[in-house]
T-cell receptor, first 114, second 111 residues
């Protein structure tokens, strides 16, 4: 149980394109989902906390107009990287909490902007 | 803000040797969690420690939570090549609304 499905797993796009990443909790309801960014060989950096039915809370330094988060239902949160540029290339990963403790992570999305 | 420091950053061991990674938080934690991330993969939840001084074991892995609930360690006995990966600790603050990850310890095991 407690599976989080994340799509796409890898995307390559041209500079200026907007990319949407989806995160779904498959067998539980996730009122809160978290979005992280991970650069190669580095730790996960929290970007924002996504709450169902309300605005996301962004961490300091994260542009909310650049990284649009929508959490329209208890099982789906989306992150849209708007007008992506090469410096946005990274590994984006979502997670959600569940009753048995810990955070379940999605499989991550590798974004490459060329 | 809350900071979680993890050492060492890298560790090379010979297969069969033991391995330990240490985690220290700047503030008291509600709980500490440990994750393993294989190369190219995503973090996988290993365990959560909640009580002061708690010790938990999973086969060859031993997890400890300090008495002050500010530090933790993960010890692997007799490492195997399957233990390769990056081990992250993550501390949950007392308000329960922020999970801060350590920088991770990358373990490499020579067969």
């Amino acid at each position: 149980g407690a599976v989080v499905s994340q799509h796409p797993s890898w995307v390559i796009c041209k500079s200026g394109t907007s990319v949407k990443i989806e995160c779904r909790s498959l067998d539980f309801q996730a009122t809160t989902m978290f979005w992280y960014r991970q650069f190669p060989k580095q730790s996960l950096m929290l970007m924002a906390t996504s709450n169902e039915g309300s605005k996301a809370t962004y961490e300091q330094g994260v542009e909310k107009d650049k990284f649009l988060i929508n959490h329209a239902s208890l099982t789906l949160s989306t992150l849209t990287v708007t007008s992506a540029h090469p410096e946005d290339s990274s590994f984006y990963i979502c997670s959600a909490t569940h009753r048995r403790g810990g955070y379940t992570f999605g499989s991550g999305t590798r974004l490459t902007v060329v | 803000g809350q900071q979680v420091m993890q050492i060492p950053q890298y560790q090379h061991v010979q297969e069969g040797e033991d391995f330990t990674t240490y985690c220290n938080s700047s503030t008291t934690l509600s709980n500490i969690q440990w994750y393993k991330q294989r190369p190219g993969g995503h973090p996988v939840f290993l365990i959560q420690l909640v009580k002061s001084g708690e010790v938990k074991k999973q086969k060859r892995l031993t997890f400890q939570f300090g008495e002050a609930k500010k530090n933790s360690s993960l010890h692997i006995t007799a490492t195997q090549t399957t233990d390769v990966g990056t081990y992250f600790c993550a501390g949950l603050n007392n308000a329960g609304n922020m999970l801060t990850f350590g920088g991770g310890t990358r373990l490499m095991v020579k067969p």
